[in-house]
Structures are given as C-alpha cells and as structure tokens.
C-alpha cells in the first residue's frame, strides 16, 4: 500500500501585508467594510446597532458571502462584492519618471473599478432604508474614504432594484431575503518601479517565454553588457563625391539634391578610410520592426542613406 505524497500549500494571510501596497485588493474589501461597520456602530440600540459580538450586533456586516442563515438569525445583512477592475494608462508607456544613476523605471496607472455594497433583508422597505442610508452617508463621506487611500470615490453612486438574495445567502432559504444593491465607483493609482534588484525576476519569465515561443522573442530584451558602454551600431555609407557642403542639420547632402543623410557621417573608429554613421541601439524603442530589416536584430532601424529628406514613422 502506497500513501500519498503531501502536497505542498502557501499560507494565503500570512505572506503579505494588509495595505494597499502589498494587497490593495484585500484593502479595497476591508476599507468599505470597515465604512460600514463604522457607520452602524454610531446608530444607538435599537436602531441597527452594529457591535463586534455576533450574539449582541443588531446587522450583520461582513466580507464573506454567501452568509449562512443561523449566522444571521433574521436579521439583516449587510455584505461586500466587488466588480471588475481596469487600468487606465497616463501616457507614453505609463512612465512616471527613470533615475539613470540607479537603472529605476518607475510607471504609475489609474485603476477604477465598482464596490457593491448588498443590503439584505426579509423585508424589501427595511433593506431599501438601510441601502439609502449607506448610499447617502458614502457620498456626503467620501474624504475619508479618498483619506484612507483612494484617489476618487462616492460620486455617481447607484442604487440598485430590489431583488432576490438567493446568490448572497446559504441554502434554499435565500429566496425569501430581498436584496437593495449599492454600487459605488472607486479609481486609485498605482505605482511600481523596477531596478536591478528586480533583475531575477525578468530573467525568469524570459526564461519561460523563450522554451514557450522561442522564435518570438529572440534578441528581445536588455542589452548583454553590463559595463556602462552604450551599445552602437556602425552603418556604411556609400562613397560621397567630394564636397565640403553642410546644412544646417549637419547633414551630407548629394550635390544633385537627390541624396540626403539623416545622421551626420563621421570615420570609422577602426578603419578610417571608411565613412560610417553612428547610432544608439535602443533595444526598447516602441514601433514594428520594418519590412527588409535583419529579422535577428529584434531592433528598429531605419536605413540612414536612403534617397528621402525624411521619414514619418
């Protein structure tokens, strides 16, 4: 008889923090949560007192769904559901700034997205007070939602029809409870930043793209090197009749008008008999690689001795 190898686990609470730095999912449900309890802790007994003791509370107000009817005991419910998230891009790359003297790429986006904030009872006028009330009180305060980390949130709320809570509560009893939906649209911003620290991870995920889809990302990535040498690429010209004419760009022309170089030329740092043009290799430069370019450089070059004055890309 063979007994089964243990299979290997992660402690889903333990790893990360709770804050919007580490978790900002998890923040985003404890943050309207704690909104909420906070709202019905103020309400005198009697009137929906919200209390941390589950046997003395008078509205159960939690995370978790679906809710089990013996938790609630005829009382109402107030649950939290959130809806799907979205980036908004802030510009070329989403870049936020680049410190050179570290290698830091820093990019910041904005994440909108929609809470639904579900008031359930077995009377369909008792969840709708309770749902205007959460609706009102997040618009009039909103500034201590924005306070606890939110960029915007609590304007263009919207409150829902009444309808069965069958998904939110447990068994077949959930019929019987009417649920009032409060849906409250929400945007923060997130910020990262990649330095050379980061480094083990790229070089993972290249390592996995490249037996997925080896011919896809060949020569993609960071330059080799890790001196602090830019990377150049030599290109040879062909042999100018002899002139000494300039315009004001520094460029060479043909004394026909017909041939224009787009980067000054200059000799060639190992045979000088020969005339080169010098450019960077930006290995990141956004844009197609164009049609009759090397298929293995992966970078986008464009021919600086071809018969044009310029080039729109």
Request: charged share 20%.
């Amino acid at each position: 008889m063979t007994t089964s190898p243990k299979v290997p686990g992660s402690d889903p609470l333990g790893q990360f923090p709770g804050s919007f730095k580490y978790t900002p999912i998890e923040a985003l449900r404890g943050l309207f949560v704690g909104f909420c309890q906070g709202l019905f802790n103020a309400a005198p007994p009697g009137c929906y007192h919200w209390d941390e003791d589950d046997h003395t509370t008078e509205i159960v107000i939690q995370d978790e769904a679906p809710v089990k009817e013996e938790v609630m005991q005829k009382r109402p419910l107030i649950t939290i559901t959130r809806g799907p998230l979205q980036a908004y891009g802030l510009g070329m790359d989403d870049m936020l700034g680049y410190d050179a003297d570290i290698d830091r790429k820093t990019k910041s986006i904005l994440v909108p997205g929609t809470i639904t904030i579900n008031c359930c009872s077995r009377v369909t006028l008792e969840a709708e007070n309770l749902a205007w009330v959460v609706f009102e009180h997040i618009w009039l305060l909103r500034d201590l939602l924005i306070k606890a980390g939110l960029f915007d949130t609590g304007r263009n709320n919207m409150l829902g029809a009444p309808s069965p809570a069958g998904s939110l509560i447990a068994n077949d009893s959930g019929d019987e409870w009417v649920c009032v939906p409060v849906s409250v649209p929400f945007q923060f911003v997130r910020t990262s930043s990649f330095t050379p620290l980061g480094r083990t991870i790229i070089q993972s995920i290249e390592n996995r793209l490249s037996v997925n889809a080896p011919g896809l990302i060949r020569h993609v990535g960071p330059p080799e090197q890790t001196g602090g040498n830019v990377p150049l690429s030599l290109h040879v010209c062909p042999v100018d009749p002899l002139t000494g004419a300039s315009d004001a760009r520094r460029q060479t022309p043909d004394p026909g008008g017909q041939k224009q170089y787009f980067l000054p030329k200059q000799r060639h740092p190992l045979d000088p008999s020969k005339m080169v043009v010098v450019r960077t290799v930006r290995p990141y430069r956004p844009g197609l690689r164009p049609a009759g370019s090397p298929p293995e450089s992966g970078v986008p070059f464009i021919d600086p001795c071809v018969e044009e004055s310029c080039r729109t890309r």
